[in-house]
């Protein structure tokens, strides 16, 4: 038989697929679902045995949440990447880890074929697709939503006429959890103007007393929870419980999707946003105005090539580099409040505050130079601006 890798979350359309592989196209099917965070055994279990009793031959679950926090997330927090200054990419930064995991599972399976249950409408189709090519480009892509067109309704009626009676009924609101955030859509995410409701979202408040908790970071990464250390990994889930109860995180995100469409989506990410802009903090007090600066740009390009499935590409390795290279002074205590559905940013400790330094503080008075020094300063300063208006003094 033809031995077929399909990426399979025990949703309707990767159901259907596993069912119409394997009885109308005669694949061999093995079904494989990858953990970025968010599975618990219970669920896998019963992915597990939907997508054998879809047909399926085998059915492996890789937990993959290790790898994505050390190929991506951890990139993501050097570089406090926020698409569109909102987004912290929980969902398509899951989607490039799962595609490794997928392709390199079918390479030791010896499959001839990958198939998943992307339409062409979405950003996953392209994110999936471009890994797959890259490094299998032998290997065939299957795709039968995308290929056929096909409607929820076909797809629930094909499964019911092969014995697949389980409830289809869609969920009012979709949701997709992993390490890194939770993803929200709905009705309203469909249009311009409507906000998700309360409800939409995973959690809800539970916590109405004010909170405060310290973030250890040591060279950019989070290792302790108010002096508890962990693996950062472990912390990242510790603060997401903990803020969660303080329903803090929700946002809805506008933005371009890869194929040219806006797209919008809620999401909840208690844990994301209070580490991105924590670090950022942090960053603010211990690196060079220059180091922000460049940081800025190439934290931006780097969130979007990931979006847009560009992950392989070697540029992406080279900002790695530059991004780990900034956090070696990136280390210390930030105090965070956790409050109803927000959070605010306290202060700051470590031994690497250039604030710290014995040249004077901002507004008071100077220690490092003289009256006279600072006025020849701003006097060469405003040179080029003299010059300017010297020259084109005459003009409108």
Known sequence: MKKLVLAYSGGLDTSYCAKYLSKEK???VHAVSVNTGGFSKEEINEIKEKALQLGATSYTSIDAVQTFYDKVVK???????????????????ERIVQALEIVRHAKKLGAKYIAHGSTGAGNDQVRFDMIFQILAPEIEIITPIRDNKLARETEIEYLKQNGANYSWEKAKYSINRGLWGTSVGGSETLTSQKPLPSEAYPSQLKEKNPKEVKLS?????????????????????????????????????????IIGIK?????????ALILIKAHHLLEKHTLTKWQQFQKEQ???????????????DEVMRNIEAFLADTQKNVSGDVSVGLFPYRFELLGIKSEHDLMNAAFGSYGEMNKGW?????????????????????????ND
């Open 26 to 28: 005669g694949f061999e």
């Open 75 to 93: 990139y993501l927090i050097f570089g406090n990447v926020l698409r569109n200054n909102t987004y912290p990419l929980s969902v398509s930064a």
């Open 217 to 257: 970071f040591h060279k950019g990464e989070i290792v302790a929870i108010d002096d508890i250390k962990d693996k950062p990994v472990n912390n990242i889930v510790k603060l997401e419980q903990m803020a969660s109860q303080f329903a803090i995180g929700r946002d809805i995100h506008v933005g371009d999707t």
């Open 263 to 271: 797209g919008r989506v809620g999401f909840e990410a208690p844990s």
């Open 298 to 312: 190439l934290g931006n390009f780097y969130g979007m090539l990931l979006h847009e499935g560009n992950y392989l």
């Open 370 to 394: 003289t009256a006279d020094e600072a006025k020849g300063f701003i006097k060469i300063l405003s040179n080029p601006g003299k010059i300017y208006n010297h020259v084109n003094q005459n």
